[in-house]
């Protein structure tokens, strides 16, 4: 049954319905980008869908905008799957359980998927459109955003004629977004030498912080789980001996981590020790997020008396040194945008595998040298404890350009159909727009959207009014743009 058919737009919402029925978890494009080539042929439109995945569909412009430049819409088809604690949810076959609650569209106990549905849905509609003026269209829809804009990295972007760029993929409405953040990810990884030992099985576990998108929300001082549950393993280690079973922390590098366990081997003398450290941790860390993290846990579970394989000692103390002593968080501000983050990474994996225990890192700023200091803070970290170090997925930076005609004319539809001006920013997250800038500099970006709260995470909301606006926006720019 559809739930969003009564809202306004309608003729967008159907779309976000659509998609929403569909599995799209990033690295699992195919459906998805299957949909948008059948939607193409559905209409008779030119299209191209490469082997990245990536889909771009072409429309020519309305009557008085055949001969009009054309414009470039854009946004990406996957999500990040993150998922509730409780809530069993299989993102190979499961669509999103949409409602909607105070004005807001939500996922039940997953992400919503509003970034980006709410670029595409909007793009489809314009597509399908009979009666909305516009120039010609190259609407791009990118694989594989959010692990690191793997999609936009392999897009051949030279059929493509527009040079006015629109990205669908901002969540604040009436900040328009002119320059974002590059960045890359790093794995930190520690060979571990197992042995076995007999002892009591503790499970360390951290959950139900708020997480949240790594850039966008960064500088709201969230916990990480990881950093935290390594802060708590750090602080035993300084008193007694255990070893390292496993430690299994987050969902995606980009995400801030919101749970994490790590399962260790003690002596029996030293169980009340740790059971007695993690509540005064959980104490400490109460009062250091105050209410900003209103629900976590932090626990310790006696899973019994066991005899079997651990990581040794010098393995677990170079992987508990290393997870204490890698940064994390905003590390620089802008020294022109007040409170805007320069400089950033975020913690966002610790996975345990057969013969290593690896970190990974995502690292964002607006300077590229400070791309390379990064980069050599993370080698100097990894050489402290014998870890390896190895970056990938590296994309530039969009810095701010004057001159925009993009940014006039939104700024002039917008404060027409709003009473208000915008505010013109940047973003300290990465945008697919920079990635292009590279591909092509003459490209005249900007990136735009409704308001989404707590994108990243089962608390993602996307308000309708919002929308209903941002809608209205887009449809009165590129009716400017005649």
């Given at each position: 049954?559809?739930v969003?058919s009564?809202y306004?737009?309608?003729?967008?919402?159907k779309?976000?319905e659509?998609?929403?029925?569909?599995?799209?978890a990033s690295?699992d494009?195919?459906?998805?980008?299957?949909?948008?080539v059948e939607?193409?042929k559905?209409?008779?439109l030119k299209y191209?869908?490469?082997d990245a995945?990536?889909?771009?569909?072409?429309?020519d412009?309305?009557?008085?905008y055949?001969?009009?430049?054309?414009?470039i819409?854009q946004?990406h088809?996957?999500?990040v799957?993150?998922?509730?604690?409780?809530?069993?949810h299989?993102w190979?076959?499961?669509?999103?359980d949409l409602?909607?609650?105070d004005g807001?569209?939500?996922?039940?106990?997953?992400?919503?998927?509003?970034?980006d549905?709410m670029?595409?849905?909007?793009?489809?509609?314009l597509?399908?459109s009979t009666?909305?003026?516009?120039?010609?269209?190259?609407?791009i829809?990118?694989?594989?955003?959010?692990?690191g804009?793997?999609g936009a990295?392999?897009?051949?972007?030279?059929?493509?004629?527009?040079t006015?760029?629109?990205?669908?993929d901002s969540?604040?409405?009436?900040?328009?977004?002119?320059?974002?953040c590059g960045g890359?990810?790093?794995e930190?990884s520690i060979?571990?030498v197992?042995?076995?030992?007999?002892?009591?099985?503790?499970?360390?576990s951290i959950?139900d912080y708020?997480?949240?998108?790594s850039?966008?929300?960064i500088?709201?001082?969230r916990?990480?789980a990881?950093?935290?549950l390594?802060?708590?393993?750090?602080k035993l280690?300084?008193n007694?001996?255990f070893?390292?079973?496993?430690?299994e922390?987050?969902?995606a590098?980009?995400?801030?981590?919101?749970?994490?366990e790590?399962?260790?081997?003690v002596?029996?003398k030293?169980?009340?020790y740790?059971?007695?450290?993690?509540e005064e941790?959980?104490a400490?860390l109460?009062?250091?997020?105050?209410?900003?993290e209103?629900?976590?846990?932090l626990s310790c579970e006696n899973?019994?008396?066991v005899?079997?394989?651990?990581l040794d000692?010098?393995?677990?103390?170079?992987v508990?040194?290393?997870?204490e002593?890698?940064p994390?968080?905003?590390?620089?501000y802008?020294?022109?945008?007040?409170?805007?983050?320069?400089?950033s990474?975020?913690i966002g994996?610790?996975?345990?595998?057969?013969?290593a225990i690896?970190?990974?890192?995502?690292v964002r700023t607006?300077?590229?040298?400070?791309?390379?200091?990064?980069?050599?803070?993370?080698?100097?970290?990894?050489?402290?404890?014998?870890?390896?170090?190895s970056y990938s997925g590296e994309?530039?930076?969009?810095?701010i350009?004057?001159g925009?005609?993009?940014?006039?004319?939104?700024s002039?539809e917008?404060?027409?159909?709003?009473?208000?001006?915008?505010?013109?920013s940047?973003?300290h997250?990465?945008?697919?727009?920079?990635?292009?800038?590279?591909?092509n500099p003459?490209?005249?970006?900007?990136?735009f959207?409704?308001?989404?709260?707590?994108?990243?995470?089962?608390?993602?909301?996307?308000e309708i009014?919002?929308?209903?606006?941002?809608?209205?926006?887009?449809?009165a720019?590129?009716?400017?743009l005649?």
């Open positions: 049954m559809s969003l009564n306004e737009p309608k003729e967008v919402f779309y976000f659509e998609l929403s029925a569909i599995p799209r690295y494009d195919q459906r998805a980008s299957d949909y948008f939607f193409a559905s209409l008779g191209r869908q490469d995945l990536n889909v771009i569909i072409w429309k412009g309305t009557a008085g055949e001969n009009s430049e054309p414009v819409l946004g088809m996957d999500m799957a993150d998922t509730e604690p409780g809530v069993n299989d190979s076959k499961d669509g999103i409602f909607v609650e807001l569209i939500g996922g039940r106990g997953t992400t919503l998927g509003g970034d549905a670029a595409t849905c909007m793009i489809q509609a597509l399908a009666d909305i003026p516009h120039p010609p269209l190259e609407c829809i990118t694989s594989d955003e959010e692990p804009m793997i990295a392999a897009l051949d972007v030279s059929d493509l004629k527009a006015k760029y629109i990205n669908i969540e604040i409405e009436g900040i328009f977004i002119v320059g974002c890359f990810e790093d930190m060979k571990s197992k042995e076995e030992v007999s002892g009591v099985k503790l499970s360390l959950k708020l997480g949240g998108h850039g966008l929300e500088n709201k001082q916990g990480n990881n950093k935290d390594g802060r708590l393993l750090f280690s300084e007694i001996k070893n390292l079973v496993s430690i922390g987050g969902t590098a980009n995400v801030i981590t919101k749970n994490c790590a399962v260790i081997i002596n029996e030293d169980v009340k740790v059971s007695d450290t993690t941790l959980f400490i109460k009062n250091e997020y105050d209410k900003d209103p629900a976590f846990t899973l019994g008396n005899t079997e394989k651990a000692k010098s393995s677990t103390e170079k508990v040194t290393l997870l002593a890698v994390n968080g905003v590390q620089t802008e020294r022109s945008i007040e409170g805007l983050p320069e400089t990474l975020n994996l610790v996975r345990t595998k057969e013969d690896t970190i990974r890192a995502l607006s300077i590229e040298s400070k791309k390379e200091a990064m980069k050599e803070k993370l080698v100097a970290c990894s050489k402290m404890v014998g870890a390896t170090s994309y530039p930076a969009w810095q350009k004057s925009s005609k993009l940014v006039e004319i939104f002039k917008y404060e027409k159909l709003e009473g208000k001006k915008p505010e013109v940047a973003v997250a990465g945008l697919e727009a920079g990635l292009m800038l590279g591909k003459n490209f005249d970006c900007i990136s959207g409704p308001n989404v709260t707590d994108a990243h995470s089962y608390h993602e909301r996307l009014a919002s929308m209903e606006r941002s809608w209205k926006l887009l449809k720019v590129l009716a400017d005649k």
